[in-house]
């Protein structure tokens, strides 16, 4: 049983009538949009990252999947393991502290377990929030919707590299790699519209065929209209391999949303800042992914993102 | 900083004003009560343990938890971290899948994520169940209140010594071990009465001084009043060295309520088969846990029980 069948059969079982108001990435009870996201040493965060961003990010990953669902942030329970180096979990606690208090998210329970010496750490976290008007699902797009980005991608990821040259590097995309900012009120604002909506946490181009196969249509992707930032542009270019690096990366905490065509999304109530752009238009055939950059066609790179992290509850069945 | 800082740092961050309904073992929000446990491979379960028995005891902690706060299964995301043995996982699920059908307890969402190779597994569930008419926080116990066991305890630690002799061993204590069974209907029918309830899981001595500790009371157990299992006494007798052994196990499943003197909980509308004695009174001496057999008085064993787990969410402070 691969990966694959795991997640397909967890949806089957997650399929329970009493879990009705199932939406993807997140479930919703009476009102309340709950969402469970872990993330394991080694594997979503380096040993060597400072131990206040690895608490902060912890939270803004949750914080994301929350934006994304158009959700306000009402409390959060951790799952801390013990691994005998205080330290580390006093500083881990530092940046979750510092994240709750900056998004208004409280922590209102949890546990903490010892784990077996010098295994890697496993933190969790379930966030818990507060259902705006609707909550849309990553597979309600349709044939025609565009496909809007909030937010940049690729600092993250342009930050971690700078970090691999150099482990005492410091600077905005480093900053970005270790504290990132989940787009909450963007998405309180535009997912009550969205057909469809999820955060990118993989990469863009892997996330968006996602929400493409979820909702049973193709998508057209034109890699121009990519949205950067002056500071990734300053290190990467904005040319198609740069842009690929973007879009591939993941860890962005950026959002996706399927609009109507007609809907001009900066009419919307958003947060000065805002960046945003529409970068692709949804297709009736069911036939994946296409890219261009301009006029161009681009053929798709051999990975789309990071594999490493599946969401359960989804009545349709995403791409694992 | 020990764990025990740890938890009271995490405490003092959850009293953040917005957690006001916060109860200790769980969160207390929008009438549902929420609580996540995890467990780590060669932590709280053997490598060797059969996944299916793992991923019941998974679900059933987390029910207990519910149980005690007489709280109806609503919902639970699963946290599954994949070590590439599907095999191992398909078998987990198995366990999920039938306790999610025994107890009405249905999947409603959760995450995987890889982990490095050969890392210790671990799992975890968030818990969401329907507040009854009370919750009972753990730190209500007062002075003069009767504490009530509702289950038994020692079978599942009688279990694990028989299977540590012979890992192909059956029987009755083995299965306690491997299938434990929640007491969800006791506790809903028990706990809107108590004026402090838990359940039992890190051992009878411990939780039951931590019990008494959060509600500023002192406690007298009388071992000889802690209901056994007929398995269990025919495996280890009824001498206070059994009794000990039974009292510092932990892995119970078993309720701790303490409950107004005038109260016959016999009178309550309990599902039949349910086992329950009168097993303490709490004092108004703040002054820890004093045990006797009978009319004699016993040593505390330099034990009493399991401190590799700690819930966050106490507005008191327990001993953790």
Redesign the interface.
């Known amino acids: 049983?691969?990966?694959r069948?795991?997640?397909t059969?967890?949806r089957r079982?997650?399929a329970?009538?009493?879990?009705r108001?199932?939406v993807d990435?997140?479930?919703l009870?009476?009102?309340?949009v709950?969402?469970?996201?872990?993330?394991?040493?080694?594997?979503?965060y380096r040993p060597e990252d400072p131990p206040h961003s690895v608490g902060w990010k912890l939270m803004a990953v949750n914080l994301s999947d929350l934006a994304a669902k158009g959700a306000a942030p009402?409390?959060a329970?951790?799952?801390?393991?013990?691994s005998g180096d205080?330290?580390w979990?006093?500083h881990f606690?530092d940046g979750?502290?510092a994240a709750?208090e900056q998004f208004?998210m409280?922590?209102?329970?949890?546990?903490?377990?010892?784990?077996?010496d010098g295994?890697?750490r496993?933190l969790?976290l379930?966030a818990?929030g507060r259902a705006s008007a609707a909550t849309p699902g990553r597979n309600g797009a349709t044939a025609k919707d565009a496909l809007w980005l909030i937010g940049t991608v690729g600092d993250s990821t342009a930050g971690l590299a700078i970090l691999q040259q150099d482990a005492k590097a410091a600077g905005l995309l480093v900053d970005a790699y270790r504290r990132p900012i989940p787009l909450l009120a963007a998405g309180q604002a535009i997912a009550p519209h969205s057909h469809a909506s999820m955060d990118v946490s993989d990469g863009l181009l892997l996330d968006a065929s996602r929400m493409a196969d979820a909702s049973q249509c193709g998508l057209e992707m034109d890699l121009a209209s990519v949205p950067l930032s002056s500071a990734f542009v300053a290190e990467r270019g904005t040319d198609v391999a740069a842009r690929l690096f973007a879009c591939t990366g993941g860890d962005d905490y950026a959002l996706l949303a399927a609009l109507p065509p007609e809907l001009d999304p900066f009419t919307l109530p958003l947060p000065s800042g805002t960046t945003m752009a529409r970068v692709g238009t949804f297709t009736s055939a069911h036939a994946g992914l296409a890219l261009r950059f301009g006029d161009r066609k681009v053929p798709l790179p051999e990975s789309l993102g990071h594999e490493?992290?599946?969401?359960?509850?989804s009545p349709m069945g995403d791409r694992p």
Not at 16 to 19: C, D, E, K, V, W
Not at 29 to 32: A, K, N, Q, S, V
Not at 308 to 313: F, K, L, S, V
């Open positions: 049983m691969d990966e069948t795991i997640l059969r967890l079982t997650a329970h009538p009493a879990a108001g199932l990435d997140v479930a009870l009476d009102g309340l709950i969402t469970h996201d872990s993330i394991a040493e080694g594997v979503h009402v409390g329970l951790l799952s801390l393991t013990l205080s330290d979990e006093e606690l979750i502290e709750a208004g409280p922590l209102i329970g949890g546990d903490t377990i010892a784990l077996p295994a890697p496993v969790g379930t818990i490493h992290r599946g969401h359960i509850a």
